[in-house]
């Protein structure tokens, strides 16, 4: 989130083809926060619970599928209706593209977005941590519930507290996310989502299959702004795919959270979020700028 | 190609990287902080027994099955559950209640168990009456009304298995010499811990509270034999 990056874009594709994608997304991650929070504050149950295990129109179960994962090394074997609710969720985010999670409905992503715009504004130099890091944080996770036999990572779960601040008044979530406020806007770019939470990491995991991807149909149009860099959460993800030309114009890197800022913020529209395999132009003949 | 160059005044880049730096060290020092301020404020926290949902599995089971996901609490119609916050002496996110301030009012459909995914709550049980969340004791014999003579009754009054779970039991007022003593009896193989009757406790601090089991049983090493039960066996 670069509050620069997009005025460019503006000028040359209008407001809503310059933000549309960020709009629909900030909408996505309302609508997930206004449907949990709608039965406790007007009794219009439409999500009960919250992102680890929830009941939707007290029909369809969905679960989070690391938290079952780490309730089964723990030693215990979850319910059926836990089960099917993972099964769901993992479907789901299997078919479609694992970390879209993170970008259109984890509530934290409000938090780091706004530790990265104001970042952004104050100009503050900040490192970018190591991308593979987070993949250690999981693997603790993990281990941690089993040495312990207990969900620990729930002490802190920003995502489950944050759910709790809405649906329950809990106050105590609300330490975590200016921890992570914090974190990110002085001491990591995009540090959270980017190197520690190992949920954003489980779903890069699965991530590898999804069908949804974002394409580079137009890749020799790039002008090296680096308005996408600049934009982007992950932008390691960017460089081989935009300038390998040897490579698939395709961002296959499972850390690419689908936000579609990179589609939005480029104003020569070399992005677009389309599937996986489209039958697009073949390698050939993408042109080889002098 | 990029050939606008942004018009801004000169910077000073090693007093822009000494700012920057300064700053990151403070959000760390502040960060740490943070977490070991969070620990020793645990070590404050009070406010009661806490104790957990009907059916809830024994707590090491209970941690790793419990997904923290708060159906229980949500589905709960009297707000007797809440979920454990981080400086709470039980784990962040878990369902608990404190019998003081809101018991457990014993819903015949038992709606927190079913509410739970997990089986963290115990789906095997429907009869509430088979519920052990606790169990009552009457910690306080010296200030509890009824030790010291009145007839206050109050626990025994609401319990939801009166006469079963609470029992008064006749004794003789020693210090008067002529009066009776009704003192409140639980029997732990009918208490549910519901904790009614330590919410009803007229005292300022209850006299009555209900305990986790394992705080307030004993148990009998193997080897003991108890003669009348073995002879009732046989």
């Known amino acids: 989130m670069n509050p620069g990056v997009?005025?460019?874009?503006?000028?040359?594709?209008?407001?809503w083809r310059a933000q549309r994608w960020l709009l629909l997304r900030r909408l996505s991650q309302v609508l997930v926060l206004a449907m949990f929070a709608s039965g406790p504050w007007l009794g219009v149950w439409i999500l009960k619970g919250n992102l680890s295990a929830s009941l939707l129109l007290d029909t369809v179960p969905l679960s989070d599928p690391l938290t079952l994962l780490q309730s089964m090394v723990a030693g215990h074997w979850p319910a059926t209706m836990a089960l099917v609710g993972g099964a769901i969720v993992l479907a789901i985010y299997l078919l479609l593209g694992g970390r879209l999670f993170c970008s259109w409905v984890c509530p934290v992503n409000l938090v780091t977005d706004a530790a990265s715009w104001t970042r952004?504004?104050?100009?503050?130099?900040?490192?970018?941590?190591?991308?593979?890091?987070r993949y250690a944080v999981l693997a603790g996770v993990l281990l941690g519930a089993?040495?312990?036999?207990?969900?620990?990572?729930?002490?802190?779960?920003?995502?489950?507290?944050?759910?709790?601040v809405i649906t329950l008044g809990s106050l105590t979530g609300l330490w975590m996310l200016l921890a992570i406020f914090l974190f990110d806007?002085?001491?990591?770019?995009?540090?959270w989502c980017g190197t520690l939470c190992p949920v954003g990491s489980f779903y890069a995991l699965v991530n590898r299959f999804g069908?949804?991807?974002?394409?580079?149909?137009?890749?020799?149009?790039?002008?090296?702004?680096?308005?996408?860099?600049k934009a982007c959460p992950e932008p390691q993800v960017i460089k081989i795919p935009l300038k390998d030309i040897g490579a698939e114009p395709v961002i296959r890197d499972p850390a690419c959270t689908l936000c579609g800022r990179c589609v939005d913020v480029c104003p020569e529209n070399v992005f677009e979020i389309g599937s996986r395999r489209k039958a697009s132009e073949p390698l050939q003949t993408v042109e080889i700028k002098p | 190609?990029?050939?606008?160059?942004?018009?801004?005044?000169?910077?000073?880049?090693?007093?822009?990287?000494?700012i920057a730096q300064g700053m990151q060290y403070a959000c760390a020092a502040g960060l740490t902080t943070l977490f070991l301020g969070l620990q020793s404020q645990k070590g404050k926290a009070s406010g009661g027994v806490w104790l957990r949902p009907p059916g809830a599995l024994e707590e090491p089971d209970f941690l790793a099955a419990c997904v923290r996901c708060g159906r229980c609490v949500e589905d709960c119609p009297w707000d007797t559950l809440g979920l454990?916050?981080?400086l709470s002496p039980l784990a962040t996110g878990t369902p608990v209640f404190n019998a003081r301030k809101v018991p457990c009012e014993m819903c015949e459909d038992i709606p927190c168990v079913k509410a739970c995914p997990t089986g963290a709550l115990d789906p095997e049980l429907t009869d509430i009456n088979e519920a052990r969340m606790g169990v009552a004791v009457l910690t306080d014999r010296e200030n509890c009304l009824n030790l010291l003579g009145l007839r206050c009754d109050v626990c025994?009054?609401?319990?939801?298995?009166?006469?079963e779970a609470i029992t008064l039991e006749l004794h003789r007022n020693v210090r008067t010499g002529k009066h009776a003593i009704f003192e409140p009896t639980v029997h732990s193989d009918v208490c549910t811990g519901c904790g009614k009757c330590e919410h009803a406790c007229v005292l300022e601090e209850a006299a009555i509270k209900v305990l986790p089991r394992k705080s307030a049983q004993g148990e009998l090493g193997a080897h003991y034999r108890i003669s009348w039960e073995q002879e009732d066996a046989s």
Not at chain 1, 6 to 15: H, M, V, Y
Not at chain 1, 185 to 191: E, N, S, T, Y
């Open chain 2, 84 to 86: 454990a916050e981080f």
């Open chain 1, 6 to 15: 997009s005025q460019k874009a503006i000028q040359a594709k209008g407001f």
């Open chain 1, 185 to 191: 806007l002085v001491i990591r770019r995009d540090g």
């Open chain 1, 146 to 164: 089993a040495a312990t036999g207990s969900l620990v990572w729930e002490w802190v779960n920003p995502i489950t507290l944050s759910i709790r």
């Open chain 1, 211 to 229: 069908w949804l991807k974002i394409r580079l149909p137009a890749r020799e149009k790039c002008d090296d702004c680096m308005a996408c860099y």
């Open chain 2, 1 to 18: 190609m990029r050939t606008r160059r942004d018009p801004k005044p000169p910077v000073n880049p090693a007093r822009r990287k000494a």
């Open chain 1, 120 to 133: 952004h504004r104050l100009n503050l130099p900040t490192r970018p941590g190591n991308p593979k890091g």
């Open chain 2, 156 to 163: 025994y009054r609401v319990c939801p298995l009166i006469d």
